[in-house]
Every structure is written in C-alpha cells, then in structure tokens.
C-alpha cells in the first residue's frame, strides 16, 4: 500500500505543479493583456485601443471641466486608426444643393475688379454669350 500512496502522492504533487506553472502563465496573459499606463515615464508613447492609436500625453485639465492635469491617453477623433483596412480619413465632396443663401458663379465668365480704380473690368464670354450690365451685382 505505501507504493500506491506514494504514487497517489507523485501525481498529486504534479498536478499542482503543473496547476502553479499554468497559474504563472495565466497571471502573465493577464498582465500582458492589460492596456499600458500613461505616465511620466512612458510620456510620448502609442498604444492601439480599439480601432484608434491613442498617445500617452500631459493634459493640463482645466477649472471649467473639472478634470484635473496629469498623463492621460488622447484617443481622439483626429488621432489615426491602427488597422491599415479602415476607412480613409477623408470625405466626399459635398454633392446636395447650396442652400438659398449661397451664390456660386458657375459660368465662364470672369470679372476683373481694378482695385485702385474700383472699375469693373468684364472679359467677354468665350461662348458668345450677352455679358450682363456692369455694376450689377
């Protein structure tokens, strides 16, 4: 009997072993998944969170906000993305109607004002188009 209790022994000690070891390695996945902390040492480093690539800065905080100064992460809108399939950061030309309020010349025609004169200067449609009056407008 007291070789099957050492074996019983044996096995239960390397399963705790093994229990340990595997322990060691979760605890350093976890701290490994962690996300880094800004602070002084670390000032000016980048760190994806999410889609964005966040930097670790000295915000100075403010009275109004509330928020006190100290190290924190910018994430903002303007930082850029970490995954390089991400959208482009520009956007589309404006292609609705200009509202009422705004007049945009779309002819040929070009106007030349002489500043020191105050003429208006009217260069003649290229199309053969009648010029509308001076002084209009």
């Given at each position: 009997m007291?070789?099957?209790?050492?074996?019983?022994?044996?096995v239960v000690?390397?399963?705790?072993g093994l229990?340990?070891?595997a322990g060691?390695?979760a605890?350093?996945?976890?701290?490994a998944?962690?996300?880094?902390s800004?602070?002084r040492?670390t000032?000016?480093?980048?760190?994806?969170?999410?889609?964005?690539?966040?930097?670790?800065i000295?915000?100075?905080?403010?009275?109004?906000?509330?928020?006190?100064?100290?190290?924190?992460w910018d994430c903002?809108i303007?930082?850029?993305?970490?995954?390089?399939?991400?959208?482009?950061?520009?956007l589309?030309?404006?292609?609705?109607?200009?509202?009422?309020a705004?007049g945009?010349?779309?002819?040929?025609r070009?106007?030349?004002?002489?500043?020191?004169?105050?003429?208006?200067?009217?260069?003649?449609?290229?199309?053969?188009?009648?010029?509308p009056?001076a002084?209009?407008?």
């Open positions: 007291k070789g099957l209790t050492d074996m019983v022994a044996l000690g390397l399963v705790l229990a340990l070891v060691d390695a605890a350093e996945a976890v701290k998944a962690q996300p880094p800004c602070t040492e000032l000016g480093i980048s760190a994806c969170f999410g889609p964005r690539l966040c930097a670790c000295h915000d100075r905080g403010g009275a109004a906000s509330g928020v006190p100064a100290g190290y924190r903002g303007l930082r850029p993305r970490c995954d390089p399939a991400g959208p482009p950061a520009t589309d030309p404006f292609r609705g109607p200009f509202p009422h705004v945009i010349d779309r002819s040929d070009r106007v030349i004002v002489d500043q020191d004169t105050r003429t208006i200067i009217r260069v003649p449609d290229p199309s053969g188009g009648a010029d009056p002084g209009g407008d």
